[in-house]
Every structure is written in C-alpha cells, then in structure tokens.
C-alpha cells in the first residue's frame, strides 16, 4: 500500500490530461464509484460512466481551443486510506495561436481513497460564491 497520496501528482496529471484532451488519462484519476458536484447544469455525477460523458462532452466540444488549467492556494490533509485537498482552479480557454479567450475561476475539493494500493478520486465538488444582487456565480476572484 502507498502510504500517502502525492495530490501535486494529480494536479500535474489533470493538468496534462485536460490540456491535450486526453478523456482516459482524466478518468485514471477517478475512483468508478466516484462522486462529482460540477458547477454546470447537473446536480451530480454519481459513477464512472456518467462523469466521463461529461469530459467527454466538454473536452470534445472545444474543436481547436485548448484549456489551460491553473491550480493555487493548494492545501491537503493526508490520511493513511483517505486524503482530500482544496484549491483555487482556474481554467483558460486557448486558441490555436496561443490566444486565451476566455477565463473562470472554481474553488477546487478531491477527496481521494487508497483502494487496492492505488489513490483514486472518490469525492470532487466545484463551486463558486453567488453574487447575492444577480444570482450568478462569480467566476473571478
């Protein structure tokens, strides 16, 4: 058993996996009895199959743009079978030429298990404070 998960790791291989569209490499993340509270039009993802459609769906939508993905204000606490770990994520779209057209900010939770010597993602949750005048997330810090 690995004693402790290295989450810099998991933010590197999210990192890489959603920059070059790379579907599999993303869901090598997640545990298959996953849970997911997305921001976007969903209540919840429960399991595999349900949150890789999702990725699926978002990362085949960007034709020639690309995500560039940005973590801060990391933090975890470790645990010898459960670990989570919270950040600031912020995602940038990005043209062929380099270009970032467009940008947004998430607060960030993982809650990963070890299950059969390895760390998988159980728990994610994205979020954004609400603008209480509008009633829209605030996408910027």
Excluded: C
């Amino acid at each position: 058993m690995q004693p402790t998960l290295d989450f810099n790791a998991f933010f590197e291989a999210y990192k890489s996996s959603v920059l070059n569209k790379q579907v599999d490499k993303l869901m090598d993340l997640y545990d298959e009895d996953l849970i997911a509270f997305d921001m976007w039009g969903r209540w919840s993802y429960v399991g595999e199959g349900p949150w890789r459609g999702m990725n699926e769906e978002w990362l085949g939508s960007l034709g020639s743009e690309s995500v560039v993905v940005e973590f801060d204000d990391i933090n975890a606490v470790y645990g010898a079978e459960i670990s989570a770990a919270y950040a600031t994520v912020t995602y940038k779209a990005r043209s062929e030429t380099g270009e970032i057209l467009r940008s947004m900010q998430n607060r960030l939770t993982w809650v990963a298990r070890q299950k059969n010597g390895a760390w998988k993602i159980v728990h994610q949750h994205t979020s954004a404070p609400i603008d209480p005048e509008k009633f829209s997330p605030i996408l910027h810090r």
